[in-house]
């Protein structure tokens, strides 16, 4: 199964992003969408798995969970805005990624993009940095790979030039 992974969009979506996207059979979005024109605009490419960020309003928490646990290709995934990344886990994250056991730990909100197993819960922690305008980070970027019964396989990072809109 083919997944698109994308964060902090802070309401801009085009078609640079969207073209990464097109052959993917789910797309998951970690927080900061910024507008449901975002993920309106994803809903027409592939399936959505979304949790809300800190900079989402009312609309988007009403639509969108805070995390994401679930089951798929036989690997447990969570998917959270703000995490933190290892070894500096967010308040109540570690103890929580010890409960859950999850095979895929994604979360957004850096704008840093970051892949790296973590013994702290045995399981590969993902940031896909940030794909919108809005921050301090030069090249936006945004992930792809293959999701099998044995994990992450296939990874991409895409990076597009923040300049070009």
Same mark, same amino acid.
């Given at each position: 199964?083919?997944?698109?992974?994308?964060?902090?969009?802070?309401?801009? #979506?085009?078609?640079?992003?969207?073209?990464?996207?097109?052959?993917?059979?789910?797309?998951?979005?970690?927080?900061?969408?910024?507008?449901?024109?975002?993920? $309106?605009?994803?809903?027409?490419?592939?399936?959505?798995?979304? /949790?809300?960020?800190?900079?989402?309003?009312?609309?988007?928490? $009403?639509?969108?969970?805070?995390? =994401?646990?679930?089951?798929?290709?036989? =690997?447990? /995934?969570?998917?959270?805005?703000?995490?933190?990344?290892?070894?500096?886990?967010?308040?109540?994250?570690?103890?929580?990624?010890?409960? /859950?056991?999850? $095979?895929?730990?994604?979360?957004?909100?850096?704008? #840093?993009?970051?892949?790296?197993?973590?013994?702290?819960?045995?399981?590969?922690?993902?940031?896909?940095?940030?794909?919108? @305008?809005?921050?301090?980070?030069?090249?936006?970027?945004?992930?792809?790979?293959?999701?099998?019964?044995?994990?992450?396989?296939?990874?991409?990072? /895409?990076?597009?030039?923040?300049? @070009?809109?």
């Amino acid at each position: 199964m083919k997944i698109g992974l994308l964060s902090d969009t802070h309401s801009h #979506i085009c078609e640079r992003v969207i073209k990464h996207l097109n052959d993917c059979d789910e797309i998951w979005h970690s927080g900061d969408i910024g507008s449901l024109h975002v993920t $309106n605009t994803l809903a027409k490419i592939a399936p959505l798995r979304v /949790v809300y960020g800190n900079i989402d309003g009312k609309k988007i928490r $009403n639509e969108f969970p805070r995390d =994401q646990i679930f089951t798929l290709e036989e =690997q447990t /995934v969570w998917i959270t805005h703000i995490g933190g990344r290892p070894p500096r886990f967010s308040p109540g994250i570690l103890s929580k990624l010890r409960e /859950v056991k999850p $095979n895929i730990f994604i979360c957004g909100h850096s704008h #840093i993009l970051l892949v790296k197993f973590c013994p702290e819960f045995n399981g590969l922690h993902l940031n896909p940095g940030a794909a919108g @305008l809005y921050g301090n980070h030069l090249v936006r970027t945004l992930m792809r790979f293959d999701l099998t019964s044995k994990g992450v396989k296939n990874l991409e990072v /895409v990076e597009i030039n923040r300049t @070009l809109k």
